[in-house]
């Protein structure tokens, strides 16, 4: 078959890498692809929410099979769009309410029996400063909308979370997105990946991960889109994800379809492994990043073929168990000098081939560019080294003694990746 993958980032490459190596595919399409992406498959120079030039490219390139990496093209409505044309892995812009709309999300996971935060939702700034009665600190104030990963506030103190109240819905920090916001208890533990495929009706799991959302080691400076991640997560086995899929995913899917929009795609549950037992903290409507560079190394089978059964609404549970190998992945991202804050572009990179050339490596470009013969850095996060190896231990010491042949000016790492896979949960 013939696929387009929507998206310019690391979860891009890592989706088109695997598409290659799938004995379905014969021919990938990526817009608008970035540095690395282009010298792997064709790229095409087209804006993902364009959903008319979408539209044409996938009849221009003869496209079967449309797989959306980000969120914007789904909220956009490109499945909706592209109904009845082609099979699109990804929700209409009505299920992927359950990343774009906090409050719709709540509103479900509450109806299905989801465990989850308690939570209040509305736009009024008299009753949001009312209801912070209602928690403990630390108080969680969230713009419902997108907001750029910059919507979601945790406050030590109720003045503090009052001023986030009033950014929101009084100052309009976040512009539409923080015109409602959701209040939320704050829930401690440590936090997971559970990433489902879903094809209308079921769910199938798909793989589990970790990731490190803030800048410096020790989970210290400003949260970022990811520093790095790992698969699996030894705490979770083949048993335990199944329980947790039937817990978190089930019942939203068979809420949704109750609702009229059903979803097809994949659902990313944000967990937090309370001492109460696993909450959901968020759900979005994509594969994460970089946790897609941490867990498609680890796939052997078709994903092709399992993306275009879940698009179709063919999904077989339990038939795709045997298609992950039983190595561990790391994956630790090379960042802009002043990421997340304000950087430096089209800085020359060196060393990208010498690492890619150690086995169990694959280096996956989310914000680079070509110019001429030569690399340079395109955005904060740039590249995404993944390591192989028979345990965690092992993969964590390949991808950074990969990352180590790597250098551009102002590079930043964090070094504590999967230095601590989780190991055990208690409750």
Known sequence: MRVLVLGAGGREHALCEALTRSTSVEHVVCAPGNGGIAALVTVRPVLVTDIPAVR??????????????????LVAGVANALAGEVA??????????????????????????????????????????????????????????????????????????????????????FSDA????????????PEVSLFALCDGHAGVGFATAQDYKRALDGDQGLNTGGMGAYSPVPALGPERTSELVAMTVHPVLSELAARGTPYTGVLYAGLVLTADGPRVLEFNARFGDPE??????????????????????????????GDWSQRACVTVVLASGGYPGAYEQAVPIQGVEAAE?????????????????????????????????????????????AADRISFAGCHRRSDIARTPLQEVRA
């Open 56 to 73: 044409a490219l996938v009849a221009d390139e003869r496209i079967d099979l449309v797989v959306v990496g980000p969120e914007a093209p």
């Open 357 to 401: 050339s150690r086995t169990d490596v694959t280096v996956f470009h989310a914000g680079t560019a070509r110019i001429g013969a030569g690399l340079v850095t395109a955005g904060g996060r740039v590249l995404a080294v993944s390591g192989l190896g028979d345990d965690h231990s092992t993969a964590r010491a390949t991808a950074y003694e």
């Open 178 to 189: 923080g015109a409602r916001i959701v209040v939320e208890e704050y829930l401690e533990g």
């Open 88 to 173: 699109v892995f990804g929700p209409t812009r009505q299920a992927a309410r359950m990343e774009s709309s906090k409050a719709f999300a709540k509103d479900v996971m509450n109806a299905a029996g989801v465990p989850s935060a308690r939570f209040w939702s509305g736009q009024d700034p008299t009753a949001a400063r009312a209801s912070l009665e209602m928690f403990t600190p630390p108080y969680v104030v969230k713009a419902d909308g997108l907001a750029a990963g910059k919507g979601v506030m945790i406050c030590d103190e109720r003045a503090e979370a009052e001023r986030a109240v009033d950014a929101c819905l009084l100052d309009r920090r």
């Open 292 to 321: 897609t560079q941490a867990m498609l190394p680890r796939f052997n089978g078709d994903l092709g073929t399992l993306l275009h059964d879940a698009a179709a609404g063919r999904l077989a549970p339990g038939a795709y168990a």
